[in-house]
């Protein structure tokens, strides 16, 4: 597989070294980043504000906005970055734009601007008709630190799908929908020793294993397994049935996982099913 | 005007004394209440959720949402409250449900449970297609306590209305917009000495002076000064020219405010018009 | 019942008589005609558009439509009108313009233009984005002699719904959607004998019998029998339990109707269930 | 650029001789068809509904319609095809069935069927709510006797766009918006000697010359000039400046086209540009 086509089925992976800093651009491709190592100190800057990034955080930077990067730590950053532009290539739907002095662009607004602006209270322009698009989504942080009790919270309250375990998406700050029109990102919990139920879906999903370990198996007969562990990587293609295992008895798995989910569904294209009892 | 009247052009409000307790029903007609009195032990039970009320709270209680309330306290708690039963009446789409044992509900679900499954993280399955419809909505409180700390960040960020100063709605958990598929709830903050613009627009809106003291000015000639203080209420017509002005030079005025607009705008009903320039 | 609320609750019969002639308004409250009586020769002006009406065509006036209407032949013409201005009352959202030289309005377009904009092939202007708003309805006639074709063929097709028989729906031109955003007309036909399943919902129905003649039963038991023949109305009021009952065993029933179920379905009010089976 | 890109970019063509004939089957890729030769006894039959083809004809076969064609005429009959799968492809959200019995689908239904069930008056089980989804559309057929009257019915009426004279969209039957969630055929009116102005727009757009002559210039400065006449097919990339020019002074031009526009447009990523003027 060569380097493009990994990329564009499961995303790349993004180092960023200390004292480096890229420079500001922008494109029509949504990217999102789910950060795997690092001490906190790198940082997006994304439409004026400057995000730093903790392991676990996911960040999204929808269609045109401007973003740059840097690290001021003493170790290397590292995220997985995905973006949307294998979609938009054959629309030929895409553009880029360098900042205007070719240099980053300043930090205008307090950290958090950007979800705060779209909380359970927030200014009236930014709601129903007068939001001029659907698709008008900031760039937004969500804080592995409150992800995290909320996955916790979520699996102490019964929340439970019998194919994925406690499975919480990452809303869309504007609309409480899917992630992106595009792209959705999920977080799920395996509890010790789970197993899940078989089923299949159109579209494939890429996952990073956050914590745990376990075994995802492909097909119901001729079964191939997939075992992962801490930072490993798979991906369950479109319409092939599935299922997860926790490996551990006493400790919850956690993935975190990315799909073209919401533009499949926005199309009448998306379809599930589950496999037979006793499959 | 008669009872009736006032109550559907303004609301009514609610006094529950200490020990008082109702017992639980639902209704078609969805309804908000905003907290003007009490020390807190005040509550509303919503479909399993007891919510305690302190003044400034906002409570929502969609449509069939099972509630009833009392008073743990030794203070008489008020609120106001609003029904979109006008609107309801001439569909028919009526109904009304006492609970099964003629009692009360019993609380089943931890204080903050229905906000806390929208957050910005959620189940999937509260997410796109999956939803069954757009007017599924839970019942929430918005806590003072919260709400007031934005109200004073968008005001320091600048964010301003050249018509209502700092003007925030209450967001709809599920949708991210308006408060609920009919009405919609705000609250705004004049700076201290700040007149706005005059606009008109259809559909009437009422007001509960929260803090400070102003006066709303109908009409751009003969025109009819509407002074408010603390606890005052007072009503907008549809389509006449309106501003307001903070009559404190030092205190910012404070205003919650309820509508119609979600359901005039669903309709292509609503319509806003700017004064002319100098009138 | 005083004569408001029949108004409000069958709408209203319009006779105009030979030679008389009203003069141009428009307001807010939608409104829809279903013809009963006259030679053809009576017209209504729809926003530059003249349409002559015969027996059994259906218009839509939306929201803000000027419209006259006249008559130019030898005989009353007399059409049920229903309006939306129930609902919109209670928001206040209501307007009213008369013409502005207090007169007729010019005809100015030719005679089915306003539906042959919204073809199957129509103006790029009017599709998706570009349109202002789901709620921008052209004024439509529906004629009689290009429905009753379609329900014969749909007949003839086995288009059946157990409890209604033959039913169509008057589809907005723009949108394929419902009526109007607040109101709905269809048209069912019932087979020489059919008799239909109960079944109940929320929201009244107020019927027009067409042709034929029959009986709608209401309640499960105790129940009430309306029968009715041509030119008839009656109602079936919110979540009663009705059926209908084609009287001849010879030639089918056809019956015009109208609800706000549009309205009741956008807010999550509209509910529909069978009765249970051998009820 | 080889056979693959060359599809991708401007679809295929087909061509069917006398007696041939296709077994059916059906994939996720929504597919359109513009027909430019034949004597009118090609057909497809999609879903159970033969489909006679005339030079001209415009058909729509969406996601998973299952279809087959044949030739009962003596003279070969060719159509340009395009499909949406380079935009599904990323997604995975591919699938393909063969008919079950290797064979051809037997004609179910009388001709028209399909357009038939979606006219002004239609099922109220296809309206509304009860719609399963918003990409639910059926195979249709836009009969080139009934667009090219509508085409020049506007043209007398006025219909003009700037940039690109009489400008219609074949509308979805279903929701009276764009063709197909993905993408939309357009037909459009030069008339004599006339010349629009210039403006961009991202996504690419296909064209068909379908009579006349004319010329299609790009860029402002060091233009790229492409003549064409009837069946020429050319192509504007996006966000290049393109403006167009009937060549005669005494005929209409018209144009065929198709783009993923829909798409683009659902994205937030459809953005126009009018030239500045005098460029």
Known sequence: MGEDAFRRAF???????PEERAVAHRHAASAVRFVVMGDGRGYTTSNGEQMFMEVGDFLVQPSMTWHDHGNLGQEPVVWMDFLDGAVLGPMEATARD?????????VTHPEGYWAGLYGNVRPARLIGAKLASIADSPPVRYKWEDTLPVLERMAAEGEHDPHDGVLLEYANPVTGGHTLPTMNASLQLL????E??????????????????????LDLEDTTE?????????RVPSWRWHRHKNLSTTEPAILFSISYMPLAESLGLYRVEDAPAGA
């Open 191 to 194: 509890a010790p020793g789970e």
């Open 226 to 234: 997939l075992e992962w562990g801490p930072r490993d990587i798979f």
């Open 98 to 106: 360098e900042w205007p002095d070719g240099d980053f662009q300043p």
């Open 11 to 17: 995303g790349g992976y993004q180092i960023v070294m």
């Open 196 to 217: 899940t139920l078989a089923h299949r879906h159109t579209g494939f999903v890429r996952y990073d294993c956050v914590r745990g370990k376990g075994v995802t198996t």
